[in-house]
C-alpha cells in the first residue's frame, strides 16, 4: 500500500463553485435556454405496447395556424451504425410502435398549446401486434419476436429471438465445489425496473441554421456522445455541431444517451427556427430509458465455517424494445467481492415491448448483487454464523483472481468490513419487529478518453476548462486537484464545462469516472503548466532549466550551485508572463485506464409493522472505500444518494404494467421514490485505501453505493418480518402476503 | 377555456347556468390545476371562488362550525377550537399533500374530486357532516355521505355549487380519529383508511358510534356492523376483532397499482381497530 501523503487542499470542505447559483434558482437547466422565434415541441406517443403503423395523416395538424413543422420517421435518412440506428429509431418509430409510449410523430409550434392542439389532428392508424413486457414470457419460443436476426454471435443458436446477447464468466468447476459444499442452497430471484428518478426531464433547444450548422442545447451526462449520435443521425460534421450541456438537474445514467435531441433537431432543421423540447413527467417515465428487471437463479454452496466453495449465478435480464448488451455488468459483478475457486456467472439480455434500457448507477450490478447477497445471508444463518464473518472469510483481497478475470490490486473490501464490524451500529440493541442487515457491494469504476486545457491568468488565477458535464459536484474536486498540484488556494481557481467547440473529446460522465479520469487529465495539465512556469522562471534568473525546480507553488532554484534567486511564485511568474514568452498554459488529452475498482459495505435496521408490512428504515450506515475523497462531503452525498436510491428499489419503485402492455404508474404518485420523511439520517464511514492508479488515490465512488441496499435492506425486512421474501420491491402487500403465508 | 372570477355564489350559479359545456370551480386547485395540466380534464368554464365574501371564514354557533369553502388545510389546523373539538377531521385534513398543498387545498375541494381514497371525506362521514348547496332553486343541506356518488361523480347538480361545510358540535364524552395506509410516510394516496367518531356513556363504555372507511369502494362507506360491534364496549380484544371483521366484510376494493384487494380489506380493518383506540382515549376512555 502507498504511503498516505500529506495534502493541503485534498480533503477540505469548500463551497462547490455552482452551489449559491443552484439554490438561489440562477443556474440554467435544460429548459432554461431560450432562442429569438423559438417554437415549441410536442411527441405524439403510441398508446400501444406493440403495434404496425399503418399510416400517419399529419396534413390537418400541418394546417392549423400556428403549426411550423410536423416530423415522422419519414423525415430521418440513413444510418450506417447499428447502433445509432437502433437510438434513432427509439427516439421516432420507424414504422413498428414498439412500447407504450413509443414516440411516432412530432410538432413544432409558435406556442405549447398549439403544439398540443396539432398533436390531436395528428391521425395514426395502428394494427396492434402481440406484446410481451415480462422477461421469463419473452423468451419462451413463442414469445413474439422484437426484431428478428438481431442476436449477437454469443448466443446459443436456437435460442428464442428475443435473447440478444449471453455471457458466461468465472473459473473452477461449480459443480465440484457443490458436491463439496456441506449446504448448497438454491433460490429464483426477480426485481423489478427502475427509473434513475433524475428531478429534471429531458429538456433541450436546437437551431439548425439554413447553412446547415447547428447549436444545441441540453440536459446531458455528455454531450460529446449527443454531437457524435446527433450528427450522425443529421448527416452533418461532428465539427458543425456544437452541443453545449446545460447545469443538469440529476443523471444517474439515464442521461448518457438521447431521447428528444434528434427529434428537436429534425423540426429546426424542417421549421428553420429554434426549437425548444422538453419531456413532461409522463414522457419521462414512458420513454426514457429505466435499468433492466430481473428474474436470477441464485446457486451457493458452503461449509459449516462459513467457507463459500461455489457459487453459480444465471441472470436473465430485460432491457426493453431494442438489442443492448448490459447484463454482463451483473455477471461480473455478482461474485467480485468473493474469493472463490468455483464460480460460475451467466447472463442474458432480453428484448421485450417496454421503452429500451439505459444505464441507471452501476447498471446491472445491484439486481444480480441483491441475489447473491441475499442467499450467502441466508446460508450464513443457516449455519448460525455472523454475517460479516462470513463475508471477511470469503472478501476478495489484493491479489485476488476475481470472478470475472482480473486479478485485484490494493482494494479495501477486508477494511470495510472490518469497519462495520467495529461500528457501533453493529452492536446496537433492536427492538421488536426489527431487523438488521448486511450487504456487501463493488462496481468497476472506468478511466476513458478525457480532455482539459487549463490558463494560468497574469493576476495569478487559473480558468480550468474540461468536457465532462458535472453531476455530483466534480468542479468542486477537480479544481481541488488543480490547487493541489499547483500549490495555490482553491478560491484562485475556476473550473468550468466547455461545450464540444471549445476542449477536446471527452467520453460521458458515467462509470464513476470523472473524479478519476479529468483528476489525471488536470494534474498533468497543471504539470505541463509548472514546466513551462520552470522555464519561465529559469530564464528570468537567466540559468538553465534543469537548475530549477517547483516546490509548493512556486519555483525555487535547486541548490546553491543553481544561485541564490528568490523563489518565484506562481503569481509572480503569471504576472511577468507577457514579458517571459506570452501566456501560461497547459493540457492534456488521455484516456487513463487504471481506474481502482470500489467497495463497500451497508449496514441497516428495519422495523416492519406485522399487521400492515409497512416498513420503516430505522438507521443505515455505510461503509465504502473510495482510495481518496478528494471532497468528503460531496463523496459522502453519493454514499447516501446510492443507499436512499437503493432503498427506493428494495421497498417501493417498480415499473407496473397492465395486461394491456402498458405502463400503469407514469408518475412520481405511484412510481414511489423515497421522500425524505420515508428516511433516516443516512450515516457514512469513508475508507480510503489509495488506487494505486491515481496520483492521489482516488477510484470513484458514485456507483458502488446503489449495489448493497437491495440485498441488506432485504435482509433487515425479512429478519424483522420473520419471513423470507425473494422478489423487489418489498411492498407492503407483498410482505403481508408473506406474513399471512406463514400463519 | 373561459376563466371568470365571482364574487357571489348566486353569480357562480348563473354562469354556471348558462355555461353550455363543462365547468369547474377552482378552490383551492390543487386537485383541478394538475388535471388541466395532465390533460385529464378539460372544462369549458373555470369559476374562481375565493373572492366571495366569507368563504375564508370558519364561524361557530352553539349548534355546529360552519367552514368556508376556501379554508385551507393549514387554516383549519390553525383553528385551536375545531381542532380540539374535531382532531380527527384536521388531522385528515392536514394529511392532504405537503405543505405547499395545505396553503391551498380545501375540504369541499376534497369532497367535490370525489375520489374514493379522499383523505377527509372518512371523517366528515363519521362525524355526520353536511354540507350546504346553492342552486337555481335555492338553498338545500345534505350529507357529506351522499355527495359523492361515485368515482369522479357527486349528486349535484350542473348548476349547483357547495357554500359551506356544517359540522356538529362535538358532543361531551367523545372523540374522533382518522387513520390511513399509504406505502410512504406522505405525498401518498390512501390504500384503505378509516375514521371512527365515537360517544362513551358514563360508565366509559362506548354509547354510539360511526365508523367510515375510505379506498376500499366506490364511495366512502358507513359501516353499521363495525358502529355495532364497538357500542357497549369498552374495546376489548372480542369488541376490536368484530370491528375488524365487520370492516373487512364491508370492503369491495379494487386490485390495482396501489394495493391487492386482499391487502385492502384486512388492512381496513387493522385501521379502523388502531383508529378506534384514539377516538376512545380522546372521548376520555382507557385502555
Ligand atoms: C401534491 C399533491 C398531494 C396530494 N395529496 C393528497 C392526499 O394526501 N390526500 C388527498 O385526499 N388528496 C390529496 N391531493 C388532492 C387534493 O389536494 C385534495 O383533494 C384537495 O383537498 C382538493 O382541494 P382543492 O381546494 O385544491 O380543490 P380544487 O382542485 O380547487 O377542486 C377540486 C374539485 O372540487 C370541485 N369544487 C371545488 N370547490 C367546490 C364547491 N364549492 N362546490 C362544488 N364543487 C367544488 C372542483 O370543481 C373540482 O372538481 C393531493 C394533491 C396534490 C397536488
Known amino acids: 500500500m502507498n504511503v498516505k501523503r500529506k495534502f493541503k487542499v485534498l480533503g477540505t470542505r469548500p463551497v462547490r463553485p455552482d452551489g449559491v447559483e443552484k439554490v438561489t434558482g440562477?443556474?440554467?437547466?435544460?429548459?432554461?435556454?431560450?432562442?429569438?422565434?423559438?417554437?415549441?415541441?410536442?411527441i405524439l406517443r403510441s398508446p400501444h405496447a406493440h403495434a404496425r403503423i399503418v399510416s400517419i395523416d399529419t396534413s390537418a395538424a400541418e394546417a392549423l395556424a400556428g403549426v411550423k413543422a410536423v416530423i415522422t420517421s419519414a423525415d430521418f435518412g440513413e444510418v450506417d451504425s447499428e447502433m445509432t440506428r437502433d437510438t434513432m429509431h427509439n427516439c421516432m418509430a420507424n414504422g413498428v410502435a414498439l412500447y407504450d409510449g413509443h414516440a411516432v410523430a412530432a410538432v413544432a409550434a409558435i406556442s405549447?398549446?398549439?403544439?398540443?392542439?396539432?398533436?390531436?389532428?395528428?391521425?395514426?392508424?395502428?394494427?396492434?401486434?402481440?406484446?410481451?413486457?415480462?422477461?421469463?414470457?419473452?423468451?419462451?419460443?413463442?414469445?413474439?419476436?422484437?426484431?428478428?436476426?438481431?442476436?449477437?454471435?454469443?448466443?446459443?443458436?436456437?435460442?428464442?429471438?428475443?435473447?440478444?446477447?449471453?455471457?458466461?464468466?468465472?473459473?473452477?468447476?461449480?459443480?465440484?465445489?457443490?458436491?463439496?459444499?456441506?449446504?448448497?442452497?438454491?433460490?429464483?430471484?426477480?426485481?423489478?425496473?427502475?427509473?434513475?428518478?433524475?428531478?429534471?426531464?429531458?429538456?433541450?433547444?436546437?437551431?439548425?441554421?439554413?447553412?446547415?450548422?447547428?447549436?444545441?442545447?441540453?440536459?446531458?451526462?455528455?454531450?460529446?456522445?449527443?454531437?457524435l449520435i446527433c450528427a450522425e443521425i443529421m448527416g452533418m460534421d461532428e465539427s458543425q455541431l456544437r452541443v453545449t450541456a446545460s447545469e443538469i438537474g440529476g443523471g444517474f445514467g439515464g442521461k448518457t444517451t438521447v431521447f428528444i435531441e434528434p427529434v428537436a433537431l429534425a423540426l429546426s432543421r424542417k421549421a428553420g427556427k429554434p426549437v425548444k423540447l422538453v419531456m413532461s413527467r409522463d414522457e419521462v417515465f414512458r420513454a426514457s430509458g429505466p435499468t433492466m428487471s430481473a428474474s436470477m437463479d441464485i446457486k451457493i454452496g458452503m461449509n459449516a465455517d462459513g467457507k463459500i466453495t461455489a457459487g453459480h449465478a444465471k441472470l436473465r435480464y430485460q432491457g426493453g424494445a431494442f438489442p443492448y448488451q448490459m447484463v454482463m455488468m451483473g455477471a461480473m459483478s455478482a461474485f467480485a467481492t468473493y474469493d472463490l475457486e468455483h464460480v460460475r456467472a451467466e447472463g442474458w439480455d432480453v428484448m421485450t415491448n417496454r421503452p429500451k434500457m439505459i444505464s441507471y448507477r452501476a447498471p446491472g450490478a445491484p439486481m444480480a448483487v441483491y441475489a447473491v447477497e441475499s442467499v450467502i445471508g441466508e446460508l450464513a444463518a443457516e449455519f448460525d454464523l455472523d454475517p460479516i464473518d462470513v463475508r471477511i472469510l470469503n472478501a476478495s483481497r489484493e491479489g485476488t483472481k476475481s470472478s470475472y478475470g482480473p486479478t485485484f490490486k490494493a482494494i479495501g473490501l477486508v477494511e470495510s468490513l472490518e469497519a462495520a464490524k467495529a461500528h457501533p451500529h453493529y452492536s446496537a440493541p433492536l427492538g421488536a419487529n426489527q431487523g438488521r442487515g448486511v450487504s456487501c457491494g463493488f462496481w468497476f469504476n472506468f478511466g476513458g478518453q478525457v480532455s482539459v486545457s487549463m490558463a494560468i491568468n497574469a493576476d495569478g488565477t487559473v480558468n480550468l476548462i474540461e468536457g465532462n458535464p458535472d453531476i455530483g459536484g466534480s468542479r468542486a474536486s477537480i479544481s481541488m486537484m488543480a490547487a493541489e498540484e499547483l500549490g495555490i488556494p482553491y478560491e484562485k481557481i475556476k473550473t468550468i464545462i466547455g461545450d464540444t467547440a471549445s476542449v477536446g473529446f471527452s467520453d460521458v460522465t458515467d462509470g464513476s469516472r470523472v473524479t478519476f479520469a479529468v483528476g489525471i487529465a488536470t494534474i498533468n495539465a497543471a504539470k505541463a503548466a509548472k514546466a513551462e512556469m520552470c522555464k519561465r522562471a529559469a530564464k528570468t534568473w537567466g540559468i538553465d532549466v534543469d537548475a530549477v525546480e517547483w516546490i509548493d507553488g512556486a519555483v525555487h532554484p535547486t541548490g546553491h550551485n543553481a544561485g541564490e534567486f528568490p523563489p518565484l511564485s506562481l503569481a509572480e511568474i503569471a504576472a511577468n508572463s507577457g514579458r517571459t514568452g506570452g501566456p501560461i498554459a497547459g493540457h492534456h488529452e488521455g484516456a487513463p485506464d487504471k481506474a481502482g475498482v470500489s467497495f463497500g459495505v451497508h449496514l441497516v435496521d428495519t422495523e416492519v409493522d406485522p399487521e400492515t408490512g409497512f416498513t420503516t428504515v430505522k438507521r443505515y450506515t455505510v461503509f465504502q472505500d473510495v482510495g481518496k475523497a478528494i471532497h468528503p462531503s460531496y463523496v459522502e452525498g453519493q454514499m447516501q444518494g446510492g443507499a436512499v436510491q437503493g432503498i427506493g428499489w428494495a421497498l417501493n419503485e417498480e415499473y407496473i404494467y397492465g395486461e394491456d402492455g402498458r405502463l400503469q404508474n407514469a408518475g412520481f404518485l405511484d412510481y414511489r421514490i423515497p421522500v425524505a420523511s420515508d428516511l433516516p439520517m443516512i450515516d457514512t464511514v469513508i475508507i480510503e485505501v489509495p488506487n494505486p492508479g491515481h496520483p492521489f488515490g482516488v477510484r470513484g465512488c458514485g456507483e458502488t453505493a446503489i449495489v448493497p441496499p437491495l440485498a441488506a435492506v432485504g435482509a433487515a425486512v425479512c429478519a424483522a418480518a420473520g419471513v423470507r421474501l425473494f422478489e423487489l420491491p418489498m411492498s407492503p402487500p407483498k410482505i403481508m402476503a408473506a406474513i399471512d403465508a406463514k400463519k | 377555456m373561459r376563466y371568470v372570477g365571482v364574487n357571489s355564489f348566486a353569480d357562480a350559479v348563473d354562469l354556471m347556468g348558462s355555461e353550455q359545456g363543462k365547468c369547474m370551480i377552482l378552490a383551492g386547485g390543487t386537485d383541478v390545476l394538475v388535471q388541466l395540466k395532465l390533460g385529464l380534464v378539460e372544462p369549458d368554464l373555470l369559476i374562481n371562488i375565493k373572492a366571495i365574501p366569507g368563504v375564508k371564514e370558519i364561524s361557530v354557533s352553539s349548534t355546529e362550525y360552519r367552514i368556508g369553502v376556501a379554508v385551507s388545510g393549514a387554516e383549519l389546523g390553525e383553528d385551536a377550537g375545531l381542532k380540539a373539538e374535531w382532531p380527527g377531521i384536521v388531522e385528515a385534513m392536514e394529511l392532504i399533500g405537503s405543505t405547499q398543498v395545505q396553503g391551498r387545498a380545501t375540504l369541499v375541494g376534497n369532497l367535490c374530486n370525489a375520489s374514493p381514497a379522499a383523505d377527509a371525506v372518512p371523517a366528515l362521514v363519521s362525524a355526520a357532516a353536511r354540507v350546504e348547496i346553492l342552486g337555481p332553486l335555492g338553498r338545500r343541506k345534505i350529507n357529506v355521505k351522499d355527495v359523492t356518488i361515485a368515482p369522479g361523480k357527486t349528486s349535484l347538480a350542473k348548476d349547483e355549487i357547495i357554500t359551506a361545510v356544517c359540522l356538529p358540535r362535538q358532543q361531551k364524552n367523545s372523540g374522533d380519529a382518522y387513520l390511513r395506509f399509504i406505502p410512504r410516510t406522505e405525498m401518498d394516496i390512501a390504500v384503505a383508511s378509516a375514521a371512527v367518531n365515537l360517544i362513551l356513556a358514563q360508565d366509559g363504555s362506548v354509547q354510539s358510534a360511526r365508523v367510515s372507511l375510505g379506498a376500499v369502494a366506490p364511495t366512502v362507506l358507513l359501516v353499521d356492523d363495525a358502529a355495532k360491534a364497538l357500542v357497549g364496549s369498552k374495546l376489548d380484544d372480542a369488541a376490536l376483532e368484530q370491528l375488524s371483521m365487520a370492516c373487512s366484510a364491508a370492503c369491495s376494493p379494487i386490485d390495482d397499482r396501489r394495493g391487492t384487494i386482499d391487502f385492502r380489506t384486512k388492512t381496513a380493518g387493522v385501521l379502523a381497530c388502531r383508529a378506534a383506540k384514539i377516538a376512545f382515549q380522546r372521548a376520555g376512555g382507557s385502555l
Open chain 1, 26 to 42: 440562477k443556474a440554467l437547466f435544460g429548459a432554461d435556454t431560450y432562442a429569438t422565434g423559438m417554437l415549441h415541441a410536442r
Open chain 1, 112 to 227: 405549447k398549446s398549439v403544439a398540443a392542439a396539432a398533436l390531436k389532428l395528428i391521425k395514426v392508424e395502428y394494427e396492434t401486434l402481440p406484446h410481451v413486457t415480462d422477461v421469463d414470457a419473452a423468451m419462451q419460443p413463442d414469445a413474439p419476436v422484437l426484431h428478428a436476426n438481431r442476436q449477437h454471435r454469443s448466443v446459443v443458436a436456437g435460442t428464442p429471438g428475443n435473447v440478444v446477447y449471453y455471457c458466461d464468466f468465472g473459473h473452477g468447476d461449480v459443480d465440484a465445489g457443490f458436491a463439496a459444499a456441506d449446504k448448497v442452497i438454491e433460490r429464483t430471484f426477480k426485481t423489478a425496473a427502475t427509473h434513475q428518478g433524475y428531478i429534471e426531464p429531458h429538456a433541450c433547444l436546437a437551431n439548425v441554421g439554413s447553412d446547415g450548422k447547428a447549436d444545441l442545447w441540453c440536459s446531458t451526462q455528455g454531450h460529446y456522445n449527443v454531437r
